[in-house]
């Protein structure tokens, strides 16, 4: 939620415990490590130590070899001289002594090939001056003082003694050179240990000194992010505390962790008292047992509707407040939170009442009138009035042309409201778009005239079959009409053409004008988009209006150049069903059979043939539909129980159909009437249970041919403006007795003596509706009486439901009265005009 000035942000890491662990341990194991190794150096140097001390010991030793050998020749020396045997008693331990020495000496120069083979030679010589020894006291034991003397004189014992001096000489001075070797080795040890633990200490001091700035660095980072994690907590919660729109945000568990400050004042709770409480405590989600990122719409990580408009929060009091919920998803560690920003619209509520009630006072205060102006302008230019001065006619003509344009700016004007709050309301139903692309020409001749343009109508013979709100394709049709007038040169020509080829029905608008200008064509379908320069009237508004009313009949619209120069203006549509049938009307009165029973449908047939009448069957709703586009019918025998669509919708489509509304209608059902009470409103001759009694089936047909031969028929009209009330009498009072009523109290005494063949009603009345009149609007059959809207506002689906045909003063023009009624009551040529 903080501002990271363009920077993606990235989640922390958690520490790793190896590498912990690995920190940790190093200099311990690196002072084990030298304190192992400082302990194989001592052993080393104690046995460097040992070896130099034990080359002393033998030096000794082989020193000590001599002077055994000499206290020998001395104790020998002394008997001979003197013939004691005292002086033999060093003799023997002295010759002992000399052995041991020997076999010591042996063991320790084991390893050294030089000093054994000194040793040796030492050892030969020994034996040989010992054997010369005893050679010498056996002579002097033997032959007395001058045989030892003389074998004395003659110098060997005195020369081995000399050979053994040298080699015991050169013993000595191998044993100094190695004893002068071990002590510089072990001194030069002793100094490699001192340098290496000087290094250890060196290195145990670095990397305490690495530890320590490694220390000093992770504390003045934590500080760091702590000081950053201040910092943004408190830029977070500014921006929360200063933003008007309320923010919680939720933890996975759907539980509240914290509120800013306007969500405190909305909801008048304080933050510590809505902490760890689940959401369901201020909206509801959803009822059913899942988790809270089910509830929400959480899916993968994304949210599947991250804007939740008008919805209603709870006040701590109890009261709803309305608001527009924006979710938002927040990633840490532990899991997905949910960030939700909720805006009051309260003030936008009230302002959207204020604008409604503006719409509607702009709908009945302005399109009322005008369409009574319109409306009287154009009896006058007909001449109901009596013939006017030519140029009379043009100021008529000038005026009823501006008095049309206003009100089209009005429709516009609500239109792209009702675009805007999603109330653009179709009535799709299968029509031939041949008649509306009719009623478009028929409509635009007055403006073409006045521009001195010339309409062209090109539509084909075969019935073009789409779904549509047959009111608001006319309106594209005229919106497309007028432009192209607007964009034409004098004398030139509007083509309305239809086309229908691959299962789509196509409406094009050809003008002969300069172009739409290239800079102009990227926003051209734009709401209140004006071409620069363009001084012809309108809002800017028309082609907006076209394009969404195109849009929700599935089609598209489109613009291109013609090569002949010029523009086409077109929208294509969905053709509704493309199927010939073979169905060809007999000169009798043709009654069409919907029954998808093939027995029952045989059985009427025969029925309907058998009192004179053509027959023709069909087994579904949409056949039917199919057929009445195609061909002509005097009455109609329905079952209700159809096996794509009932029957009674069937028969409320037909109430509000063009060239069908008054078609005649005979229910043939295995229901009673009472068992459908939604059957009520519609205007039924007759309804008949199965099995069919064929005398009843004959009378209802009988009736049902007849019911539209009235030659005058009645019209109530209940209508609070008097002027819309004259006008609609002058339109029709030269075929049809129209009554009039201001108030429904009025209608009410009229409904006494008169029986109307059908009414025109408006909604708004000063004390109520004009719907509230239906109960009374039957015949004297019981049979509801064909009923028109005929008002300045527009008419829900459930209004309209309940009559015959609903038309809105300012885009049904009296024309369209007029025709609405013909259809209704199916007259005669020689009927309403």
């Known amino acids: ?445 007055g403006l073409a005239s006045s521009a001195g343009i010339r309409i062209a109508c090109d539509v084909p013979d075969t019935p073009v079959l789409v779904a549509g709100d047959a009111d608001r394709l006319l309106q594209v049709i005229a919106n497309l009409t007028s432009n192209a007038v607007r964009a034409s040169p004098p004398d030139g020509t509007v083509t309305i053409g239809l086309t229908q080829t691959d299962g789509k029905a196509q409406v094009a608008v050809d003008d002969e004008g300069a172009g739409v200008p290239t800079e102009f064509r990227d926003r051209i379908f734009g709401r209140f988009e004006r071409a620069e320069g363009e001084q012809s009237p309108g809002t800017g508004l028309g082609l907006a209006i076209s394009r969404e009313i195109i849009g929700r009949h599935d089609g598209t619209i489109r613009f291109e150049d013609r090569s002949g120069g010029g523009t086409r203006f077109a929208f294509v549509l969905d053709l509704w069903r493309e199927r010939q049938l073979d169905t060809k009307p007999a000169d009798d009165p043709q009654i069409l059979i919907v029954e998808d029973d093939a027995d029952m449908a045989d059985t009427l047939r025969q029925m309907v043939v058998a009192i004179g009448h053509g027959a023709h069957c069909v087994g579904t709703a949409a056949d039917a539909r199919a057929a009445l586009a195609t061909g002509t019918y005097s009455a109609l025998l329905l079952d209700l129980n159809l096996p794509d669509e009932s029957g009674l919708s069937v028969a409320r489509s037909l109430r509000t159909a063009n060239g069908h509304s008054s078609l005649p209608i005979v229910v043939v059902s295995g229901l009673t009437r009472e068992g459908a009470v939604e059957a009520t409103p519609l205007d039924f001759v007759d309804w008949l249970q199965k099995p069919v009694d064929p005398n009843r089936l004959a009378d209802a047909v009988r009736r049902a041919i007849g019911r539209s031969g009235a030659a005058q028929p009645v019209i109530l009209h209940l209508d609070d403006d008097e002027d819309i009330l004259d006008i609609v009498g002058s339109a029709l009072s030269p075929h049809a007795r129209v009554v009039k009523a201001t108030d429904l109290a009025g209608a009410r005494k009229l409904l006494e003596t008169e029986s109307p063949d059908a009414a025109i009603l408006d909604l708004h009345l000063g004390e109520g509706s004009g719907l509230e009149l239906l109960p009374m609007l039957t015949d004297k059959d019981g049979l509801a009486v064909p009923t028109i809207i005929f008002s300045a506002h527009d008419v829900d689906a459930a209004a309209a439901s309940q009559v015959s045909a609903v038309l809105v003063k300012s885009r049904g023009s009296l024309p369209d009265l007029k025709a609405t009624v013909r259809r209704i009551l199916d007259d005669s040529p020689e009927g309403v005009t």
Not at 164 to 174: C, T, Y
């Open 1 to 445: 939620m903080s501002d990271m000035s363009g920077i993606e942000a990235m989640a922390p890491r958690r520490p790793s415990m190896w590498r912990f662990v690995l920190a940790t341990i190093s200099v311990p194991i690196l002072l084990i490590a030298m304190s192992l190794w400082l302990g194989s150096e001592y052993v080393v140097t104690e046995n460097m130590r040992l070896q130099a001390r034990a080359s002393f010991d033998r030096q000794a030793e082989a020193g000590s070899l001599i002077a055994h050998i000499a206290d020998a020749e001395s104790s020998q020396r002394g008997y001979v001289i003197t013939g004691d045997s005292a002086f033999l008693t060093d003799y023997g331990p002295a010759r002992n002594a000399v052995t041991r020495t020997f076999a010591k000496l042996q063991a320790d120069l084991a390893g050294q090939p030089e000093q054994a083979r000194l040793l040796g030679q030492l050892r030969d010589l020994a034996g040989q001056k010992f054997a010369e020894m005893d050679a010498v006291l056996a002579l002097r034991r033997a032959g007395g003082l001058d045989a030892a003397v003389a074998r004395i004189r003659e110098g060997k014992g005195k020369h081995l003694m000399d050979e053994m001096r040298s080699v015991s000489a050169a013993m000595l001075k191998v044993a100094a050179r190695q004893r002068d070797e071990s002590v510089n080795t072990y001194r030069a040890r002793v100094d490699a240990d001192r340098l290496g633990m000087w290094v250890g200490i060196a290195v145990v001091g670095g990397l305490l000194l690495a530890a320590a700035l490694l220390i000093w660095r992770q504390s003045n980072a934590r500080y760091r992010a702590r000081l950053a994690a201040y910092s943004v907590a408190e830029r977070n919660r500014s921006i929360l505390d200063s933003t008007i729109d309320a923010i919680a945000i939720l933890n996975p568990s759907g539980t509240i962790e914290t509120i800013n400050a306007a969500a405190s004042t909305m909801l008048g709770y304080r933050p510590e008292e809505l902490a760890r409480r689940d959401i369901s405590v201020l909206i509801k989600l959803l009822d059913r047992p899942v988790t809270f990122h089910e509830r929400v719409g959480l899916i993968d990580g994304k949210l599947a509707n991250p804007y939740l408009p008008d919805r209603r929060i709870l006040h701590r009091d109890g009261h709803e407040i309305p608001v527009d919920i924006a979710l938002g998803v927040m990633r840490l560690p532990d899991g997905d939170h949910i960030v939700a920003s909720v805006r009051d619209i309260s003030q936008r509520k009230r302002i959207e009442r204020m604008k409604d009630e503006l719409m509607s006072t702009v709908s009945h205060e302005l399109r009322t009138p005008l369409t009574s102006v319109v409306g009287a302008l154009g009896l006058l230019r007909a001449g109901s009035a009596g013939k006017i001065p030519a140029a009379a006619q043009r100021l008529v003509e000038i005026a009823e042309n501006n008095s049309r344009r206003l009100i089209r700016l009005i429709n516009d004007m609500l239109d792209i409201d009702r675009i805007q709050s999603g109330q653009l309301g179709l009535d799709r139903r299968p029509l031939d778009l041949r008649e509306v692309v009719q009623r478009a020409c028929e409509g635009s001749e």
